[in-house]
């Protein structure tokens, strides 16, 4: 059994063989300038589209709808200032950008940089599972809402939306639709063009690619004010040169997940499930968030109620666990997260609760030993708090 155990997957995941592989060949076979016009630049201009071509076919878009980006962040931030660029903040009444409550960072502060500019929020309130609440999609200040973004599977508590919903509402009042699939691609099913979306963003280093690299998918006839200037790369939406290498890299990743998807998730499935039943009985009281609503595969955001979730995580981490308090972009933070209060979490649970997230290289026997560990790091913390924790739900 090693020493460590590696349980934060959501956060960064470790670039498989056949990637860096694949990266290494094209390092040396495609290392030209895939804008320059001879027969090295013309390799690695194949390469490059090639890739295009393979990402495009796996998540239901057109090879001209993927514009290359340096990761997720950068292409939720294309996406929403890109938008908003041809919206107007002179009209008598300010625009909406319409978002939910535990939006990533990425997503929430480009959004509040719009705030600066003149917009104003409207959250879309989520129930208790942490899923859209769709009757209240009325409420929504449609006749003001100029641009949407909504995650689709959360990256601190797994739910995943259904969108179809908010798709329909947007695309019938002509609004553009962003939507982040950064913790979605290459863990469950994503179809660009069936989902309905205008923009989806996503980061190769989520599914076992390499950091640095991401795609913005934009449907054909959206409009989109690039926010780089100075080439003419990627439709002149995205200006400089493309790193070949790195793109065959997050293509090589995605084919990966693409073929051997059902086996990864039922293992994934199986593994959230085996640490799912044990923890709640060995550390109760335990509240596993969102666990009625659908979720991916991989991801258990849990609270032990009477503990310091960051005083857990150290310990974790001396015990060999490697685990987080969710977003990694929001690190730092001493404040419970915004997703889990917008569920009606109380803030004491909230600030109890850790993520744990999986990958297809765990097995069973790491899990049942990470169960062990937890629950000891977990009794030891209440036993030296010298208080009885609070009762509460086993899930919520």
């Known amino acids: 059994m090693p020493d460590r155990i590696f349980l934060d997957h959501n956060a960064t995941t470790r670039p498989l063989p056949e990637v860096r592989e694949a990266m290494d060949r094209c390092w040396r076979d495609a290392y030209a300038n895939p804008g320059s016009r001879h027969a090295e630049g013309r390799a690695a201009r194949r390469a490059l589209e090639t890739a295009r071509e393979s990402i495009a076919a796996i998540l239901g878009a057109r090879p001209e709808e993927v514009i290359f980006t340096s990761g997720g962040t950068e292409a939720a931030n294309l996406a929403i200032l890109g938008f908003a660029e041809f919206v107007s903040t002179s009209e008598p009444t300010p625009p909406i950008v319409a978002l939910t409550a535990g939006e990533h960072p990425a997503t929430g502060e480009t959004c509040r940089k719009l705030e600066q500019r003149g917009w104003q929020r409207h959250v879309l309130p989520v129930d208790a599972g942490g899923m859209l609440s ?10 003001q809402t100029r641009l949407v973004s909504v995650i689709l599977a959360h990256n601190e508590t797994g739910v995943i939306q259904d969108l179809a919903p908010l798709a329909a509402r947007c695309a019938a009042r002509e609004i553009p639709l962003h939507v982040d699939a950064v913790q979605a691609v290459g863990k469950i099913p994503v179809d660009f063009h069936q989902m309905g979306a205008t923009a989806l963003s996503l980061g190769a280093h989520k599914f076992y690619g390499p950091r640095g690299i991401g795609a913005l ?3 054909k006839d959206a409009r989109l004010a690039p926010q780089l200037f100075g080439g003419h790369q990627e439709a002149e939406r995205r200006p400089g040169t493309e790193p070949v290498a790195l793109v065959v890299g997050m293509a090589t990743a995605l084919e990966l997940w693409h073929a051997h998807q059902s086996t990864r998730t039922n293992h994934a499935r199986a593994l959230r499930d085996r640490l799912e039943s044990r923890l709640p009985s060995e550390c109760a009281p335990a509240v596993v968030h969102g666990a009625r609503s659908p979720r991916l595969p991989n991801t258990i955001n849990i609270a032990f109620p009477g503990l310091d979730g960051e005083a857990l995580l150290v310990a974790l981490d001396l015990a060999g666990i490697a685990c987080s308090l969710g977003s990694t972009c929001a690190s730092g933070s001493a404040e419970p997260a915004p ?23 765990n097995t069973l026997d790491e899990i049942d030993e990470a169960s062990a560990r937890i629950a000891r790091v977990v009794g030891d913390l209440r036993r030296l708090r010298g208080s009885n924790p609070p009762s509460c739900s086993a899930e919520s």
């Open 339 to 361: 997703a889990l209060l917008a569920m009606g979490v109380p803030r004491d649970v909230a600030l109890s609760s850790v993520r744990f997230s999986l990958g297809f290289e």
């Open 134 to 143: 769709t009757t209240d999609l009325g409420d929504v200040p449609w006749s």
């Open 217 to 219: 998918l934009l449907r």
